[in-house]
């Protein structure tokens, strides 16, 4: 069975960090693309950064340029999101995503995951000014 278990949201003030987990099972790991998108209220789903395990390409959305960072744990099979200088703005669900054999991690997570086979249940960031 696929799984996808988010962990390490929170409530946290402005300027503030968190670091999101995003531990996977079920599938071969390597094969896969794995990506954080998040909805706000009244929003579009959104990619904030993806990976491509098996080679390390990543994409991130300009506005988390520079504070978030994507990273992979191959033996851990979990991908983490490191949320730096966090912003009201960042408020949203933010969920991990994978997706089964990637031809463009850009497109893909730019997109907001159409693409995207799996997914995890959401977890709540809330950024207080």
């Known amino acids: 069975e696929v799984q996808l278990v988010e962990s390490g949201g929170g409530l946290v003030q402005a300027g503030g960090s968190l670091r999101l987990s995003c531990a996977t099972s079920?599938?071969?790991?390597?094969?896969?693309?794995i990506g954080w998108f998040r909805q706000a209220p009244g929003k579009e789903r959104e990619g904030v950064s993806c990976?491509?395990?098996?080679?390390?390409?990543?994409y991130s959305k300009d506005s988390v340029k520079g504070r978030f960072t994507i990273s992979s744990d191959n033996n851990k099979k979990t991908v983490y999101l490191q949320m730096n200088s966090l912003k009201p703005e960042d408020t949203a669900v933010y969920y991990c995503?994978?997706?089964?054999?990637?031809?463009?991690?850009?497109?893909?997570?730019?997109?907001?995951?159409?693409?995207?086979?799996?997914w995890g249940q959401g977890i709540q960031v809330t950024v207080s000014a």
């Open positions: 995503a994978a997706d089964l054999w990637p031809t463009d991690v850009v497109r893909g997570c730019r997109s907001g995951g159409p693409f995207y086979d799996h």
């Open positions: 079920g599938f071969t790991f390597e094969h896969y693309a």
């Open positions: 990976i491509k395990i098996s080679d390390g390409t990543q």
